[in-house]
């Protein structure tokens, strides 16, 4: 049973087509990297994904829940920049992501130091906790988006989708950056929708790589036509899933 | 070297910063010599001297008949108008503008009547505020608070409609209700601003409140200067002038101060 259906969804903008017939189911767990040319509704479908836009025509379903019609708390986003708030510190941007649930949108007593020591406790997993009590103004880009990161996942959503959220960084950054969000992975065991520009990112961190692209194109009127997923890879083992061998071998192997 | 690569050192700048001060100081100095030279009973430009032995029996002695000081007293009044009149505007101005820029329902309802509203001139309901809310108190306050808040919140519900749509679809993924993301991520963001707007709207506050107690009144800043206006009492307008202006100035400073001491992750302002 698939946890994520998008089935037969279609969004256009007045009239000028985006996405059509877009059809795509996902496991719980796996981490789904979309990637395309720009223009090519990548970001229009994560939208969807998040429920900030509703599609023209079909649904899209988590947990075979109806169809979202504002963003929730089941799903969790990190957006290129502006995902952390600017007026609040480190360690209170994390305490946000339990806190803004309730009603005054903040702990009071007990449960509030109960909260900063649960929010101490993620920051120092992504290694922010020498910052708690600094502005996110403050941070280099990799931290804030750890940071926002960090905040998305105290939530705990059961979708996380990353719009581009590696990419104002720098290579040596964004390669530490795929190292965490690897290791989160494998201990939230997290389902996760990644757009990204990179082609090596989206098969080195992806389970699957989602090539959105126009099938059809009229030359006289390029936006005549919207894209859909054109190619659906399996990206685990790099890419080439089917040359591993299927039977474990008895033969010493000296290197292990 | 370029014109625009030369930078004045702090000696330098302490200087420049002065001079337009001293130099304004010097020219009324020699108008003043000049008048007095000619006339000595002029009353037009009083000798600087003149005006500090007002400025010091205005503000250490009381008046003949009841022995008030009246230039405290003066001063007390106009300042709680003022002060009353923009804490009004500024609360409405931050309600109103909140609800405009974050609720589309309310933004379709009240922007554009905001906007019209704005266009009216203050001073031109003076007649009307004193016809319905009588000499006192109340139609001063509510002139300034006419004067100042469409502007306060046209000026806030721009500011929240500028706060990044990302930032409110990520409180809502963070589950937060409307009402939770107008206090913990809306509120925070325009609280500089309101500072902001509050700064911008002083001037416009000085100018309705001096001009409703020109009118009518019979104590405050603005009466007492149209008050001895009729005597020509140069000497007396001009301390209160130089008054207001330091006031003006002090709570100008003192805003800023309050928006980098409370709001340290804000940009920094004008």
């Not at chain 1, 009239?15 to 996902?26: A, H, K, Q, S, T």
């Not at chain 1, 920049?81 to 941007?93: A, E, G, L």
């Not at chain 1, 900063?116 to 502005?135: I, K, N």
Request: overall charge neutral; glycine content about 8%.
């Amino acid at each position: 049973m698939s946890f994520v259906t998008v089935e037969d969804v279609f969004q256009s903008y007045d009239d000028r087509p985006i996405l059509e017939r877009v059809n795509v189911e996902v496991d719980e767990g796996e981490f789904a990297a979309i990637v395309g040319a720009s223009g090519c509704g990548k970001s229009t479908f994560l939208r969807l994904l998040l429920a900030q836009e509703r599609p023209s025509r079909g649904r899209v379903r988590i947990a075979d829940a109806p169809p979202a019609k504002e963003p929730g708390l089941d799903r969790g986003i990190v957006f290129q920049k502006y995902s952390v708030f600017p007026h609040m510190t480190v360690r209170d941007n994390i305490v946000a992501g339990e806190s803004l649930r309730l009603g005054w949108g903040r702990f009071f007593g007990q449960k509030s130091k109960a909260a900063r020591v649960r929010a101490d406790e993620t920051l120092a997993r992504t290694g922010l906790d020498h910052v708690a009590h600094h502005y996110p103004a403050t941070l280099s880009g990799g931290m804030q988006q750890r940071l926002a990161i960090g905040q998305a996942l105290a939530a705990k959503p059961r979708v996380l989708l990353l719009d581009e959220p590696f990419g104002a960084l720098d290579p040596g950054t964004r390669l530490s950056m795929h190292d965490f969000l690897q290791e989160l992975r494998a201990e939230t065991g997290m389902t996760v929708f990644m757009v990204t520009h990179d082609l090596e990112e989206a098969f080195k961190l992806g389970d699957r790589v989602l090539v959105f692209d126009k099938p059809r194109w009229d030359p006289h009127d390029p936006s005549r036509y919207g894209a859909t997923i054109t190619y659906d890879f399996d990206a685990r083992d790099g890419g080439i899933p089917f040359q591993k061998l299927q039977e474990d071998t008895h033969v010493l192997q000296a290197s292990r | 070297m370029r014109l625009i690569n030369l930078k004045p050192g702090p000696a330098l700048t302490a200087f420049l910063t002065l001079l337009p001060f001293l130099a304004v100081f010097i020219a009324y100095a020699i108008g003043s010599e000049i008048r007095l030279a000619e006339n000595p009973s002029d009353k037009l430009l009083p000798a600087p001297g003149k005006i500090w032995d007002t400025m010091v029996s205005l503000t250490t002695q009381g008046d003949r008949r009841t022995g008030r000081i009246l230039f405290w007293h003066d001063t007390w009044a106009s300042l709680k108008r003022l002060g009353l009149g923009i804490v009004i505007s500024s609360l409405f101005g931050l309600v109103i503008g909140l609800m405009i820029g974050l609720l589309p329902l309310v933004r379709s309802a009240l922007a554009q009547f905001v906007a019209i509203l704005s266009m009216i001139p203050p001073l031109a309901l003076l007649p009307i505020l004193f016809i319905v809310f009588g000499l006192g108190e109340l139609s001063k306050v509510v002139l300034i608070v006419v004067g100042t808040l469409p502007f306060m919140i046209r000026d806030l519900s721009q500011r929240t409609l500028e706060i990044p749509e990302e930032l409110l679809v990520k409180a809502q993924t963070l589950g937060a209700s409307s009402w939770v993301i107008a206090i913990r991520v809306a509120l925070p963001q325009v609280m500089p601003r309101l500072i902001q707007a509050v700064r911008l709207s002083l001037g416009p506050a000085w100018l309705f409140l001096i001009a409703a107690e020109a009118i009518a009144s019979d104590l405050g800043l603005g009466y007492r200067i149209f008050l001895v206006r009729r005597y020509l009492a140069m000497d007396v307008i001009l301390t209160y002038v130089l008054w207001i202006t330091l006031l003006a100035f002090v709570i100008d400073w003192s805003l800023r101060w309050a928006s980098r001491r409370f709001f340290p992750w804000a940009k920094e302002g004008l």
